[in-house]
C-alpha cells in the first residue's frame, strides 16, 4: 500500500528551528512532487510549499518564504521541510502529500496521498 510517514514535529520556542521527515513506502518519492500542508485548529488547512518531481523547483507560501526550505533526499525516498525561526503563527498539524505537479493547494491534491501528520507547537 502506498504510505506517507510525517516525523520530526515538536515543541519548540519562537525563533527556533525543526526539521520535518516526510517518508514514503510503497512507492518511489522521486517520481512524485510533493506538498506540505498545515493546519491550526479551528482554521482551514492551507499550503506550505512544494517540490516539484522533475526540476526539483520548489514553491512557498508567502507567510513562510525566507524561513522554510524543501528539499528532497531520492536515496531515503524522503522529502524535508527545515523551519527556520518559527513563530507562534507556525503552530499546526504539517501534513505531506504527492501530486503529479507541484502546487500549494491543497485541492489540486485530492487523488494524491496524505500522511498523517506531525505537530509543531511554537510558544515560549
Known amino acids: 500500500q502506498v504510505q506517507l510517514v510525517e516525523s520530526g514535529g515538536g515543541l519548540v520556542q519562537p525563533g527556533g528551528s525543526l526539521r520535518l521527515s516526510c517518508a514514503a513506502s510503497g512507492f518511489t518519492l522521486k517520481h512524485f512532487a510533493i506538498g506540505w500542508f498545515r493546519q491550526a485548529p479551528g482554521k482551514e488547512r492551507e499550503g506550505v510549499s512544494c517540490?516539484?518531481?522533475?526540476?526539483?523547483?520548489?514553491q512557498y507560501a508567502d507567510s513562510v518564504k525566507g524561513r522554510f526550505t524543501i528539499s528532497r533526499d531520492n536515496a531515503k525516498n524522503t522529502v524535508y521541510l527545515q523551519m527556520n525561526n518559527l513563530k507562534p503563527e507556525d503552530t499546526a498539524i504539517y501534513y505531506c502529500a504527492t501530486n503529479t505537479y507541484c502546487s500549494v493547494n491543497y485541492g489540486d491534491f485530492s487523488f494524491g496521498s496524505w500522511g498523517q501528520g506531525t505537530q509543531v507547537t511554537v510558544s515560549s
Open positions: 517540490i516539484s518531481s522533475n526540476d526539483d523547483s520548489t
